[in-house]
């Protein structure tokens, strides 16, 4: 068989263009790409802020129906609320036909829960740029592994208490500070504890107090790549913060099985969104904007670490080289202290 009648592998999924002599075959690296990331898996760290008994773990239990927090429970009477904040960790594996992920979520037990929470948001500052900087250590290795582990936070959802009349400073604060480091996704949680009337005025509310304090939460609008983008993104602008309501028990209604939380006046469906706003914070995380959730934390919170760091440290090496030259020509002299 000559070299010109030899039949080229194809990949699993190509489409054949046999007899188009006009074909070159550029739209198949979009497959390429495809079964490369199938092969390799994602990787997604969510962190989620609030204090206590607002249904952190549950509602990311219900983002990714599975167990992926550890299950919320009323804590006994001689359990203390933690005198600081603890950083806890638990990662999973799901898979979505054949979309294999590894998910880690990242709570915070302890924040907001204290009498004085001045400073409360300085462990997990530290902690997000711990995991900043492990990933410039691993970058910046002579001996580097082909593909580094990113444990980097992507997203940190920050629940807000149902008060329904407007942010506590400890919110303010605390969004202000991680918002220049952090992909921030503000949620009302329970929001089934206010009246519709109650949780849009509390939505607007909170929209105006964000925009007073030069809070830009997630999506970003100096981030939008064109006007499309611009479009979509200002209608979730619109819409933050999302009004959500976690459950992971499922009820019959109608004849289907849905996510819901029961009470002598009916059902809240969890995915209506009649109901809350569950399905737009879902979209939102998951389905949407992940991958840009994740642009974003690389080529912009994780690049201003480190420029940062890399700065610092080219300032460093120049005090270290003056006192090394003054050494060399002045070796009878005192140390030079910076």
């Not at 969004?175 to 005025?201: F, G």
């Not at 499922?250 to 469906?269: A, S």
Request: some cysteine.
């Amino acid at each position: 068989m000559s070299e010109s009648t030899k039949p080229h592998p194809q990949g699993k999924g190509e489409k054949t263009h046999v007899g188009d002599s006009s074909y070159v075959g550029i739209d198949a690296i979009l497959e390429q790409m495809r079964r490369k990331a199938m092969k390799q898996g994602f990787e997604f760290n969510i962190m989620v802020v609030g204090q206590s008994g607002l249904g952190k773990s549950t509602l990311v239990n219900t983002l990714f129906k599975s167990k992926v927090s550890r299950k919320s429970v009323q804590p006994n009477p001689e359990e203390r609320i933690p005198k600081t904040i603890e950083i806890k960790s638990i990662s999973h594996d799901i898979e979505e036909k054949g979309v294999r992920m590894k998910l880690t979520v990242i709570d915070t037990p302890g924040f907001g829960d204290q009498i004085n929470n001045e400073n409360c948001w300085q462990p997990i500052m530290k902690f997000i740029n711990d995991q900043y900087e492990v990933y410039l250590q691993e970058e910046i290795n002579i001996n580097r592994k082909k593909r580094i582990p990113d444990s980097r936070v992507h997203c940190c959802i920050y629940f807000i208490p149902p008060t329904g009349h407007c942010l506590r400073p400890l919110d303010v604060e605390f969004m202000r500070r991680l918002s220049k480091v952090v992909n921030i996704v503000p949620v009302i949680a329970k929001a089934d504890t206010l009246t519709l009337e109650e949780r849009d005025y509390f939505k607007q509310t909170i929209r105006e107090e964000l925009r007073a304090n030069g809070i830009d939460v997630y999506p970003q609008k100096e981030f939008d790549e064109d006007a499309e983008d611009r479009m979509i993104n200002d209608k979730i602008r619109e819409m933050i913060p999302f009004a959500v309501v976690g459950s992971d028990q499922e009820y019959q209604v109608n004849g289907k099985r849905i996510l819901g939380r029961k009470t002598k006046w009916g059902t809240i469906e969890v995915e209506n969104i009649a109901h809350c706003e569950f399905a737009y914070l879902r979209d939102l995380l998951i389905r949407t904007h992940m991958q840009n959730i994740k642009d974003i934390t690389g080529s912009i919170h994780y690049e201003t670490y480190r420029v940062r760091r890399l700065n610092e440290s080219n300032i460093h090496f120049s005090r270290v080289s003056v006192l090394c030259q003054s050494k060399k020509y002045f070796p009878y002299t005192q140390d030079i202290k910076f």
